[in-house]
């Protein structure tokens, strides 16, 4: 997904500057990866945060990457494939057919304290929204009877049914005439062409009054949408305001989820990690990760 030497997108080459190796990551302190300043988040999200830290799970993702990254023979043929597909098919299906490229957002500890859950907590529906090949899923799905996953990719709708999740179709999993204990939409509202009207659609689509949302988004917002391999801007144009983490943070969380019919109840900072390649052992993005429920006093709008 971010093999870095065949990136002609100028979006795609900004996402680098912004990324972290391993190698870099060995100079810099990892627990930078969840900093935050709370005088520069906003009062009303200031009291929501919740601190997260560098944890076994993470360290094992880590160094599976490393790894990974060290299998030669195999990393060259992973480029070989990825150069000859790429002008064809998506880098997710192409991650998909290689097996490679899986991603970690956070760990069951990470999830259950961000949820508030105790770990033999348990709830009827879980749907995860662009599931990829499932692996975050997994971390999600043990505290549910019912996982609903959706993935427009091919190949990751295989890796999905593999593991036994239901996969729905894109415009299906509104329409199944059942609501969902939790929903998540992991780094998705960013490479989505109409963000608003999905977290309205996700918001109907909640229990009521218990049902969250799990929402992760990388930060700085860059929002570009992938058609017939080229990146474009989506069709709804969702402008996040600041320039740091905490401002952008803050601006979500009074203003784009407001509109949305949507109130946080806790938000962390974690890293966004993605398996390497034969240049880099992994990849690190910023992520901002919310709990959302619906507002009781909704300000949901259609403008």
């Not at 749907?127 to 899923?137: F, I, K, N, R, Y």
Request: charged fraction near 25%; proline fraction near 4%.
């Amino acid at each position: 997904m971010w093999t870095g030497k065949y990136v002609r997108s100028p979006l795609v080459r900004s996402l680098f500057s912004n990324m972290v190796s391993e190698g870099d990551a060995a100079a810099a302190d990892t627990e930078e990866w969840y900093r935050c300043c709370p005088d520069l988040l906003g009062e009303s999200v200031r009291p929501l945060f919740v601190q997260s830290h560098l944890d076994s799970d993470t360290k094992a993702f880590l160094k599976q990457s490393v790894e990974k990254s060290g299998w030669m023979f195999t990393q060259l043929y992973h480029s070989f494939v990825s150069t000859v597909l790429s002008p064809l098919v998506s880098r997710t299906s192409i991650n998909g057919y290689l097996g490679r490229g899986s991603m970690f957002v956070f760990s069951a500890a990470q999830l259950q304290q961000i949820l508030r859950i105790e770990p033999e907590w348990r709830a009827q529906r879980l749907l995860d929204l662009g599931a990829g090949d499932g692996g975050v899923t997994e971390v999600m799905g043990a505290h549910f009877n019912e996982v609903y996953t959706t993935e427009v990719s091919p190949p990751m709708r295989w890796h999905l049914q593999r593991r036994n999740y239901k996969v729905l179709d894109i415009d299906e999993w509104q329409l199944t005439g059942f609501h969902y204990d939790v929903i998540s939409c992991l780094n998705l509202l960013d490479r989505c062409n109409d963000p608003l009207h999905l977290l309205r659609e996700i918001k109907r689509s909640l229990v009521p009054n218990t049902g969250r949302l799990i929402l992760a988004a990388v930060l700085p917002f860059q929002p570009y949408v992938e058609v017939g391999g080229q990146w474009q801007r989506p069709t709804e144009h969702l402008k996040i305001k600041g320039k740091t983490w905490e401002e952008q943070v803050t601006n979500m969380s009074d203003e784009v989820f407001i509109r949305a019919g949507f109130e946080v109840e806790a938000v962390t900072r974690l890293p966004y990690l993605c398996e390497g390649d034969m240049y880099n052992d992994y990849y690190m993005l910023d992520d901002a990760v919310f709990v959302l429920k619906a507002s009781e006093t909704s300000e949901e709008s259609d403008q």
